[in-house]
């Protein structure tokens, strides 16, 4: 089992759109088995994105309502109706304000093989695909809010008042 470290907000990592994979091969098979350590090993976790370990690639694994997998250079179809949960990220531990994202999302992408695959969802699972995507696109979760929200949001992180000894 390897967990590796998650990486902490202010890191230019989190901040910078992910390469899509073009090499199926064991080097991506040892990676998606490292992000799925880290993220059972994690506390909080819905899913970790390979940014979130330093490795800017489009690839991403999951744990949410009871499905569990990977998805690799994913596009998502999302729905118009709305859900407002809070939300959190193991980039930023310890912080979780309520965030909107689509009730129904639908990624397509790939598995570690290069082979088609589609995940859709709702409500948990949906709210995980769409944050673990924008993580591939350099956006975190505090990019989405707005108004009182998004500046409390940026002031408990300015202020450093998340658990940055937390890291996976």
Request: glycine letters at 10%; aromatic letters at 4%.
């Amino acid at each position: 089992m390897t967990m590796r470290d998650i990486r902490i907000i202010g890191d230019p990592v989190l901040r910078t759109p992910s390469e899509p994979v073009t090499r199926f091969d064991a080097e991506l098979r040892t990676l998606v088995t490292d992000l799925m350590d880290t993220l059972l090993g994690a506390p909080g976790r819905a899913g970790v994105a390979a940014p979130q370990i330093g490795v800017n690639v489009q690839v991403f694994v999951y744990d949410a309502d009871g499905h569990r997998g990977h998805m690799i250079n994913p596009t998502l179809e999302l729905s118009e109706e709305l859900q407002d949960d809070d939300e959190g990220c193991l980039s930023i531990p310890g912080l979780y304000f309520p965030t909107p994202r689509a009730l129904h999302a639908t990624a397509h992408g790939l598995d570690q093989h290069g082979e088609p695959l589609t995940i859709a969802g709702s409500g948990f699972l949906a709210r995980a695909l769409q944050h673990e995507t924008d993580h591939l696109a350099g956006r975190l979760y505090v990019d989405t809010l707005r108004g009182d929200t998004r500046r409390r949001a940026l002031r408990e992180i300015r202020a450093g008042r998340f658990d940055s000894s937390r890291r996976g």
